[in-house]
């Protein structure tokens, strides 16, 4: 299953229907104040004839899972070693869900260590996340701007709008013996089509990251 950080938990857990995230354009600038756990976890993102699938998996059994994959595929299939917290929206005041890798989380890693607090806990603040260029080519620029708790209203509002997102849920981890299922339907075999993984990341979340990566 997808792993929990041990940061501070918060808000509720209603049904939300449609997941909202975190999207990035290029010279675009969000301001998100982290709430709750950052759960990590290994992504697969497969383009099959049926259209583009992301398959999760517990990162200890990322190897694995690459290798039953590509073996379908008849060539590489690589993973992904994503991140993701709920985080509300300074924009809208709106929780999303914000996924990436280490390119963004490493900054709120960093904080934790150097703080000794969660990000996503009363002690943490907004964050301003700048995404300049595209695809492979995309880099963050991620500032801390400073401590801000989560207001009474804040949380009454985030409440009344159905609490945080379950990301264990979100990010639900699919089992070995599903893992062909998963990624590819009936269809148990057959050559993947050309594409870059990190590419398919970024058109999908907003997101470009090294196969593998950790903290």
Known sequence: MATEVDWDSFGGTGDKGKTRFFKFNDGETIEVRPIGKVVEFAKFFIKTPDGSRSVVVDVK??????????KSAGQEVRWSHRYAVNGIDRKDGVVKVLEGGKTIFKYFAAWAKRHNAPPGS???GDWEI??????LNREYTTQFLGPKPVSE????????NGGAYTLLDVFKTTPMEELIERAYGKRKSYPEPDGNVQEAIAAETGVGETAGADW
């Open 61 to 70: 059994y990322a190897t694995e899972a690459a290798d039953i994959l590509s």
């Open 122 to 124: 009363a002690a943490g």
């Open 130 to 135: 700048t995404a300049t260029g595209k695809g």
């Open 153 to 160: 209203s804040e949380r009454a509002k985030i409440t009344a």
